[in-house]
């Protein structure tokens, strides 16, 4: 082999194992709370090897169906240049079907998915170390008071570390989870050997002969079996982090293993037990895998990786409202970048603190991770459905496959991700409303933004002034001093309302007039030398637009200063940016329902300035106010 292939090798297994410390914490800890619920959760089964073998195999097929076929082998081949999750599907997906006639409806959906994803951000902090910290219980009885002081103690040291950046301990993640997956596979292997009958469960004959068996309660069931999925769209959405090889490597070499003998090994311990203390072991299988002296330890260990599967989903969730406000679907918030080196490593305050506050009502409110497992599989199962309908849609109109190649393929995962998702829909009483509100609520606030931002757009170009015939007119009946003036526009047409506002009001030009419109793209990155687009107008107007992938970062100044353009460099200290605050009033004919324009306009408010959004020198902004109608 080749140096420059053995190179490649090596560069590869250390993706791979990066990707264990950072992509694979959410489906990682599920062992702690799948295989009880199922017995132990809204509905109980009997403890008998009917019931194990079944739930065991149920366990087992989901996971080769769902993460490893439909996501890991199918969906990561639908990167949208590199990356995935539901916006980069949906941006990928409008790209090629946008003048279908069912093109909104596509959009409807991926937004309600990312939706979804806002109510899972919330529950799996909560759920993840409320079951690690519940291990206490396992060791003595007399700890149960301190487990929920001591989780909060955990969750809110998790939020307040967010703003200083994750990079430094992520250096530490991969390890850990190593270990922790090592460990799994372990306490596995160990029943295994003891009970070995216990790997029958791989035979789909038990998952049916269950259903045959318990109708009702099989199909109940499904609902704390998807347990065991969760996490499966993470795996998608952070496909661009470490590519598509080094992701499956990591799955199908060392994560899945690992996953599967523990599930097998807690249903073979069961089965080894006898009733009363298969009972009692039921409660908490997980910890009851490991010999009693090797507990505490254990305890340690899975609240170790209980956090990091916490900090890669908030870390997610900044990376999807950073994805949502370059496409439109979220206001402009305040973001940080918390590494100099890498650009996708970001904190956004807001969202932090709201999912810190979301969380700790959840660990106060519910109490027990037993209880928040009834909220958990209707976020998680909602979303999948999405994306096999997403997935149904990208196979027929984007990969052109046959229909009747693709139909049995949709059907076969809209069967399983459909029942999986009406099981869960019995939990809505008991706490699967949560994250339905949550859902509902985000949904609302995405096409509000979206909308609302349309209609503003399409009321100022209405009563806009061509830029051409603007520059014409002002070219001999303004005076002009020295400098540049860059005045920033939504619009690729038209005159920005500053522009003609500090005409009216300070009856000068620059001698350098930039009209200038951030355009992002429906691709993660644009090629540097795509950048930049520039129209001369002459004598001294130009229009320029700065291309921008939903990706990346939106630095005005530093795209500027790159290149000389426009007539020459652009010095910082002779350039002032001329921004527009816009002040919406209802029109006579309304866009949308005037709670919507109200709930804009309130979005609006609030929203960071173009100035901090754009990263524009503060020293050398001035803002002018207009009024439009929506």
Avoid at 407 to 417: M, N, S, T
Wanted: net charge positive.
């Amino acid at each position: 082999m080749s140096a420059v292939g053995t190179d490649r090798d090596n560069a590869k297994l250390k993706l791979a194992a990066a990707a264990v410390g950072i992509v694979f914490g959410d489906i990682g800890t599920s062992p702690l709370y799948a295989f009880r619920e199922t017995f132990r959760g809204t509905h109980r089964l009997p403890i008998d090897d009917v019931h194990v073998l079944g739930v065991v195999s149920l366990i087992f097929w989901s996971m080769t169906l769902v993460v490893a076929i439909q996501y890991v082998s199918i969906l990561m081949r639908a990167d949208n240049k590199g990356q995935g999750g539901s916006l980069a599907l949906l941006a990928l997906l409008n790209r090629n079907m946008s003048r279908s006639r069912y093109g909104w409806l596509i959009v409807l959906l991926g937004v309600f998915a990312t939706s979804l994803f806002y109510g899972d951000s919330m529950i799996t902090p909560a759920i993840s170390v409320l079951s690690a910290v519940e291990g206490l219980t396992v060791v003595n009885h007399r700890l149960d008071n301190l487990v929920i002081p001591i989780a909060l103690v955990l969750l809110i040291g998790l939020f307040v570390l967010q703003k200083r950046g994750t990079a430094k301990v992520g250096a530490l993640f991969a390890p850990v989870m190593i270990v922790y997956f090592v460990v799994l596979a372990g306490l596995g292997i160990v029943q295994l050997v003891n009970t070995p009958q216990i790997l029958w469960a791989i035979n789909p004959y038990y998952a049916v002969q269950f259903f045959l068996v318990d109708k009702l309660y099989a199909f109940l069931a499904l609902g704390s079996v998807v347990l065991a999925v969760t996490g499966a769209e993470a795996l998608y959405s952070d496909m661009g982090h470490f590519g598509r090889g080094p992701m499956r490597l990591s799955w199908f070499g060392f994560v899945m293993p690992c996953l599967l003998i523990n599930y097998f090994g807690q249903g073979a311990m069961i089965l080894g037990l006898g009733d009363a203390s298969a009972e009692e072991a039921i409660n908490n299988p997980f910890f009851y895998l490991a010999p009693e002296t090797w507990r505490l330890p254990l305890v340690f260990l899975a609240t170790a990786a209980t956090f990091i599967a916490s900090q890669a989903v908030i870390s997610g969730a900044f990376s999807v409202t950073h994805q949502a406000i370059q496409l439109g679907y979220i206001p402009r918030l305040s973001i940080r970048h918390t590494s100099d080196e890498h650009s996708g490593q970001i904190y956004i305050p807001s969202i932090n603190w709201a999912l810190m506050i979301a969380v700790i009502v959840l660990v106060l409110t519910f109490r027990t991770s037993s209880n928040l497992a009834a909220a958990y599989g209707i976020a998680v199962t909602g979303a999948v459905t999405i994306d096999t309908l997403l997935m149904a849609v990208l196979l027929v109109g984007v990969w052109k496959w046959r229909w009747w190649v693709a139909a049995p393929v949709v059907l076969l995962f809209l069967i399983v991700d459909g029942a999986y998702f009406a099981a869960n829909l019995v939990k809505i009483p008991d706490g699967g409303w949560f994250p339905l509100l949550v859902g509902a609520i985000a949904f609302t606030l995405l096409t509000t933004w979206a909308k609302g931002r349309r209609l503003m757009r399409a009321r100022m170009t209405e009563a806009g002034l061509p830029l051409d015939i603007f520059a014409k007119s002002a070219r001999t009946s303004t005076a002009r001093v020295p400098g540049t003036a860059i005045f920033m526009n939504s619009g690729s047409h038209g005159t920005p309302s500053a522009l003609l506002h500090n005409i009216k009001h300070n009856k000068v030009l620059h001698e350098r007039v930039i009209v200038l419109t951030v355009q992002i793209a429906d691709i993660p990155y644009v090629d540097p030398e795509s950048r930049v687009e520039i129209e001369s107008l002459n004598d001294g107007f130009y229009r320029v637009i700065l291309h921008y992938g939903f990706m990346e970062e939106t630095d005005v100044p530093t795209a500027l200063k790159k290149r000389e353009m426009c007539g020459g460099p652009f010095d910082m200290m002779k350039t002032s940016f001329f921004l527009s605050r816009q002040t919406l009033l209802t029109a006579d004919k309304p866009g949308m329902a005037v709670w919507r324009e109200k709930l804009f306009a309130w979005m609006m408010r609030n929203s960071a300035t173009p100035m901090e959004f754009f990263r524009l020198p503060t020293n050398r902004v001035v803002e002018l106010g207009s009024q439009v109608e929506i």
